[in-house]
T-cell receptor, first 111, second 116 residues
Framework: DTGVSQDPRHKITKRGQNVTFRCDPISEHNRLYWYRQTLGQGPEFLTYFQNEAQLEKSRLLSDRFSAERPKGSFSTLEIQRTEQGDSAMYLC?????????FGNGTRLTVT | AQSVSQHNHHVILSEAASLELGCNYSYGGTVNLFWYVQYPGQHLQLLLKYFSGDPLVKGIKGFEAEFIKSKFSFNLRKPSVQWSDTAEYFCALHAISSGSARQLTFGSGTQLTVLP
């Protein structure tokens, strides 16, 4: 399967801990996106990379969130000092530039 | 800022019934429009997209959607649904001239349940 891969699939953490998620996009796609999805809602945009450059960040992305794509390939999303409100599905998508191809997501539960 | 509205949160149909899911958007400029589907336990998959040209677009699995610019709508249709169409359906918009990155704005989704 050469789709978008996300790791881990599930993460349970205690409030205040840091977590990091990884996304491996489709290899020839230069655009990479992070979205967050909560129950009963559609995905909400967090941030966007074109190659290694982070070109846009949503206001949803507080200073506790940081994303990187160091070599223009895989990307990581880190959440520091997690809060219960961070519990959600975190989706990664890549694009050639269009349309977006989504991964299965990482479900984060903050206890 | 742009927005997408899906007014039907949950639709329940019997097999062979016809389907129409509503999608309305708010944005005054040029748009690209998409419908994505999420089957239980699977990732979001593209059903169909509209960029320009013929406002009636056909997608996979017998789905189609019609872009009506005057109504700011992009409703999804299928003449005869199957049990395997049970899934959550998301309408999404890319605002071409918004000046922001090429991210999508999603609606809140419609859960379709097809009864066998």
């Amino acid at each position: 399967d050469t789709g978008v891969s996300q790791d881990p699939r599930h993460k349970i953490t205690k409030r205040g801990q840091n977590v990091t998620f990884r996304c491996d996009p489709i290899s020839e796609h230069n655009r990479l996106y992070w979205y967050r999805q909560t129950l009963g809602q559609g995905p909400e945009f967090l941030t966007y990379f074109q190659n290694e450059a982070q070109l846009e960040k949503s206001r949803l992305l507080s200073d506790r969130f940081s994303a990187e794509r160091p070599k223009g390939s895989f990307s990581t999303l880190e959440i520091q000092r997690t809060e219960q409100g961070d519990s959600a599905m975190y989706l990664c998508a890549s694009a050639p530039p269009s349309p977006l191809h989504f991964g299965n997501g990482t479900r984060l539960t903050v206890t | 800022a742009q927005s997408v509205s899906q007014h039907n949160h949950h639709v329940i149909l019997s097999e062979a019934a016809s389907l129409e899911l509503g999608c309305n958007y708010s944005y005054g400029g040029t748009v690209n429009l998409f419908w994505y589907v999420q089957y239980p336990g699977q990732h979001l998959q593209l059903l169909l997209k509209y960029f320009s040209g013929d406002p009636l677009v056909k997608g996979i699995k017998g789905f189609e959607a019609e872009f009506i610019k005057s109504k700011f709508s992009f409703n999804l249709r299928k003449p005869s649904v199957q049990w395997s169409d049970t899934a959550e359906y998301f309408c999404a918009l890319h605002a071409i001239s918004s000046g922001s990155a090429r991210q999508l704005t999603f609606g809140s989704g419609t859960q379709l349940t097809v009864l066998p």
